[in-house]
């Protein structure tokens, strides 16, 4: 199998094989964002790593440039079966294994087993699944979704039961699967952000941001939400006050909203700009699972967020301290104007973001999470 090189090998590091769903896309996607950042930790800590996805992915030449830099090997993903085909060839050389997502877990778990004996395997939630589907079944009422739900819990369990640890991204997740899946061994490492230190001050900003792509249920369900119900109500108590709603390929559901004072902008490759100048973040979702990148991304550049219950789900803010919190529309939007209004408040809540993403969320963090995970599966280093 040829493999694409990434430099010369250090033949003392432990050899790490990552498996996930598609070549990563950190400006498109959270959880792409997140797969880098673990990279990286995984390269500080002087593991070699090789890279293999389980579907083609159209950005290949951006993405494989991008590992490259970061001292990653490819599989070459262009013949067939590309993971499978590498696993049977050099599944003895791997000191490690780590499969991001259950349904990409579920696949090659047996083969992992089977033909990388030696190996410690890793299981990568992401964030659980089946407590999305299940939460996303009883909102919105269909039995489909729930359906869904329960064959991804019966795979979910199913890998977790068979790894050497399965990495979460909260305290809520660990609790829930350790109650499922009583003995597993569980490891939580959360998402991976970098403060900005020089935030913008109020003065100056405008409007509210929506960050999230419509692929992904809770995103187009929560935007749907917001501008259908909150929306309506927050226009007549801040006339002229605009949306802009972040994320690819916007559906028709989306974009009938578009107006002058909601602006459907699509993919945008560095939110920065729109960060800093922005008053307010919102994560109106009422669904999913895991921690939301777009709260903690927020927080990350000082921008304060009003988010729903399940938005805030697994980060450690209170309503009021760090974020606001609200879940029926008149409050959420009420909220809104309070923080729009109040520069004393926007400003607690921009320091109070940023001290809590660097306690809880931070590089040097998840680099400890990452190395307590290894010394439990006594991996040398």
Not at 76 to 90: A, I
Request: with cysteine; hydrophobic share 45%.
């Amino acid at each position: 199998m040829e493999i694409s090189k990434a430099g010369d090998r250090d033949l003392r590091a432990a050899r790490l094989l990552v498996v996930d769903a598609w070549l990563p896309t950190p400006d498109r996607d959270a959880a792409s964002y997140q797969m880098m950042q673990l990279l990286r930790v995984f390269r500080q800590l002087s593991l070699e790593i090789t890279f293999g996805v389980d579907a083609y992915s159209p950005r290949r030449v951006e993405s494989l440039a991008m590992l490259r830099a970061e001292g990653v090997d490819v599989i070459n993903h262009q013949v067939d079966r590309p993971v499978l085909s590498h696993l049977r060839e050099q599944g003895d050389r791997y000191e490690l294994i780590l499969l991001s997502r259950a349904h990409v877990a579920r696949k090659y778990i047996d083969e992992v087993r089977r033909f990388a004996p030696r190996a410690k395997l890793i299981f990568d939630t992401t964030d659980l699944s089946f407590l999305r589907g299940v939460r996303a079944a009883k909102v919105t009422g269909n039995a489909g979704l729930m359906r869904q739900a329960l064959d991804a819990k019966r795979d979910e369990l199913y890998v977790a039961r068979g790894s050497d640890i399965t990495l979460v991204v909260s305290e809520a997740e660990r609790d829930l699967l350790t109650r499922e899946c009583p003995g597993i061994a569980t490891g939580v490492v959360s998402l991976i952000r970098e403060t900005q230190h020089s935030v913008p001050p109020f003065p100056g900003r405008e409007g509210i941001l929506f960050i999230g792509a419509a692929s992904h249920l809770p995103n187009l369900d929560g935007v749907l939400h917001f501008c259908g119900q909150v929306l309506p109500v927050l226009a007549r108590q801040l006339p002229g006050i605009n949306l802009r709603i972040i994320g690819s390929n916007p559906p028709e559901a989306v974009r009938q909203y578009a107006s002058e004072n909601c602006l459907v902008v699509g993919h945008v490759p560095d939110l920065t700009p729109l960060l800093n100048r922005s008053v307010l973040s919102i994560a109106p979702l009422r669904f999913g699972a895991g921690v939301k990148g777009k709260v903690v991304t927020s927080m990350a550049h000082g921008l304060p967020v009003v988010a729903s219950s399940i938005a805030v789900e697994g980060i450690p803010a209170l309503d009021g301290r760090d974020v606001l919190v609200a879940d029926d529309p008149d409050t959420f939007a009420d909220k809104i104007v309070t923080l729009y209004r109040n520069e004393a408040l926007w400003s607690q809540l921009s320091r109070n973001g940023l001290g809590l993403v660097e306690r809880w969320f931070s590089p040097a963090i998840a680099r400890d999470a990452v190395l307590a995970v290894l010394q439990r599966l006594d991996v040398r280093l």
